[in-house]
């Protein structure tokens, strides 16, 4: 199929000409809405797609997966799948991009066909937006409330303590089993004593559970806006908007500050806990391999999902960064380079986040695998009870959760910066005057509202919803697979190879054709399927047992899903019901890319009787139909 494509190229390829409807604005309006902003410097690019693809994932989720899928032992599978999976669709999506010179729907011209992706990865991007947000939102509050001599999740005199709260743990004595009804040990969520069933809660889940999220009942019980949380939402969105306001411009600027901090702090954390009594603990047990643990189809699951989701592929955010490269950017490797980041990013996370794991577990006399959690759990849980453990523990608590906005505002406003991208490239007309400026503050104003809902007493459910269906695990891998069918198999992969030569000078590795045209399709696919017959009813689990959501509240998750895979298929059908002729026909006219002069190769130039060394900005020649394009050639 890959090869019938290539060879109907120089049948088909269509010329894209000026609107006639445009003719009635002035010249400067014109050169106005045609004029796309690009990179200053090559350093805006890469520190972008730094800011943007290393973000909570590499911090809180790679280093969770990795001790509980066998410790170093997990990093096999995970490179599989970042060289199989992950770094190709990666390279595709920024290769795309640059080619294209569109964001996540313009793009797609390419092969109008699919270009439903593009409608697809923008609600993606949508309902990420409005809720990772939430997690800055969370980072700003404890953030803000650091600014104390004394932590308030550091001890039980607080307003929101119960009587189970308590800063020393003592374990039940299992040495008589008669006395002993359930027993259960975590220092991160409760400590049950089987012969006086009192529960021993930490301050620091309390803080968490009764005083940040003030939790409802359920989904059910939405409950009041907290406006503590609703003002720190408000302000993030504010600081969202003032870094993405003027384009590519403004945002280039402020990831030189948003991208390389948190390495800072990340080496002044891994000194820090490095130093601390039980690291040596928590770094052995972190990369100590269970080569047992491979044998389980879960393990490559895990390393899977977490591949496409922190390299932040198939959102059509890094389509709409690499866009904005000059057409003849070597942007090959500066995506390696990007890659190797992304992944040391991961690594090196571990090291820190276990580090003080080890500390904490050994303050606490529990086994390690007793105090680490994922998300959530172990930036506003864990974490912070071990801050508070540590000298000068106000002090750390405010760098550390410095650190943890600026890793998640970058990826917020870049995330904002590709929707925005993908809707102007659409509507030319927001690039006039202050329109951009204006359409983004109602974006955010509109995304403020939406996130309204996620700062109430039930918002952590939705937030929980939204995590677990929009933007992760189904949508991601049904992006990335029709990406590759649409590039290698109905564009070509070997015109694409040649179209990065045009743009590069050079083609790349072959190995990255395999992987467009077999290997990737084939690993999403895997997942997929492993996903499908491991699948098991959403819950939460949080002090006072485990929560399942309702039959309608998953419905609305899959909704979203539903919704977000069927922009493909729908967009395909009315493409090719607005095309005219046979079948045959139909079909050719919709896998007809539409590309401008510079896109074309020499053969095809030739072939459009067009000269090899004609100025790019001569008009080609006109053409009424596909028929006369046909005869022509």
């Known amino acids: 199929m890959a090869g019938k494509a290539e060879e109907s190229y120089t049948e088909g390829v269509d010329m894209t000409t000026t609107n006639a409807a445009v003719a009635t604005l002035t010249e400067d309006e014109k050169q106005e809405e045609n004029e796309r902003p690009t990179w200053g410097h090559k350093v805006d690019f890469i520190l972008s797609c730094v800011g943007f693809a290393v973000g909570l994932g590499n911090v809180w989720r790679f280093p969770y997966l990795c001790y509980r899928n066998g410790g170093g032992a997990f990093l096999i599978p995970y490179f599989i799948c970042l060289v199989a999976g992950g770094v190709p669709v990666f390279f595709l999506e920024i290769f795309l ?23 697809a990865t923008t609600v993606i991007c949508l309902l990420l937006n409005v809720y990772y947000i939430i997690i800055l939102n969370w980072a700003a509050y404890f953030f803000g409330r650091s600014f104390t001599s004394i932590l308030p999740w550091s001890h039980c005199g607080n307003p929101w303590n119960t009587e189970y709260c308590t800063t020393n743990f003592t374990k039940p004595d299992t040495s008589s089993v008669t006395n002993m009804t359930n027993t259960t040990m975590d220092g991160n969520m409760t400590a049950v004593n089987g012969t006086n069933t009192t ?45 993405v306001f003027k384009g590519v411009k403004s945002t280039g600027k402020v990831v030189y500050f948003t991208a390389t901090f948190p390495y800072v702090m990340l080496t002044v954390l891994l000194i820090r806990g490095a130093t601390l009594d039980g690291a040596a603990d928590g770094l052995f047990f972190y990369l ?183 933007a992760s695990g189904i ?126 190769r020499d053969k095809d130039k030739l072939a459009r009787g067009l000269s090899i060394d004609s100025d790019p900005s001569t008009p080609p020649p006109p053409y009424s139909s596909l028929q006369q394009y046909d005869t022509a050639l």
Request: glycine share 8%; proline share 4%.
């Open 97 to 119: 991009g640059q080619f294209m010179s569109q964001g996540g729907i313009g793009c797609w011209k390419i092969c109008p066909i699919f270009q439903g992706i593009g409608f």
């Open 199 to 243: 529960l021993q809660i930490s301050p620091v889940v309390e803080f968490w559970e009764n005083k940040v999220l003030n939790m409802s009942e359920g989904v059910e019980d939405l409950g009041e806006v907290q406006w503590e949380l609703a003002v720190c939402l408000l302000c993030v969105w504010v600081v969202v908007y003032f870094c």
């Open 288 to 470: 100590n391999p269970d080569w047992e643990r491979l044998k389980d189809h879960k393990v490559w699951i895990d390393a899977g999902t977490q591949i496409f989701f922190s390299y932040a592929i198939g959102l059509g955010c890094m389509t709409a960064l690499g866009s904005y490269n000059k057409f003849h950017n070597d942007s090959y490797k500066q995506s390696i380079l990007i890659a190797i980041v992304n992944s040391f990013t991961s690594l090196y996370s571990g090291l820190v986040v276990f580090s003080v794991l080890g500390f904490m577990a050994k303050e606490q006399g529990l086994d390690i695998k007793d105090v680490a959690a994922s998300g959530p759990g172990l930036v506003f849980i864990a974490y912070p009870r071990a801050l508070s453990l540590m000298p000068l523990a106000p002090l750390w608590s405010c760098l550390f959760f410095f650190m943890i906005i600026l890793v998640g505002l970058d990826s917020q406003f870049v995330g904002v910066e590709g929707f925005v991208t993908a809707v102007v490239d659409m509507i030319p007309y927001l690039r006039r005057g202050y329109n951009r400026e204006l359409f983004i503050a109602g974006l955010c104003v509109f995304n403020f509202l939406l996130g309204l809902t996620m700062v109430t007493n039930g918002g952590i459910y939705v937030f929980q919803i939204f995590d677990y269906y929009s």
């Open 475 to 600: 949508s991601l891998l049904f992006m990335s697979f029709f990406e590759c069918v649409a590039i290698a198999w109905i564009f070509g992969v070997n015109r694409f190879y040649d179209s990065i030569e045009i743009m590069i000078g050079y083609k790349p590795l072959p190995w990255f054709k395999v992987c467009w045209t077999v290997l990737t399709p084939l690993i999403t696919v895997g997942i997929f399927v492993f996903m499908c017959v491991t699948w098991s009813p959403m819950e939460f689990k949080h002090f006072t047992g485990t929560y399942y959501f309702p039959t309608w509240a998953e419905t609305i998750g899959w909704v979203m899903v539903v919704v977000v895979i069927l922009c493909v298929p729908v967009t395909a059908v009315v493409k090719i019901c607005q095309a005219k002729g046979t079948f045959r026909e139909r079909w050719r006219e919709v896998t007809t890319p539409q590309l401008q002069y510079h896109q074309l």
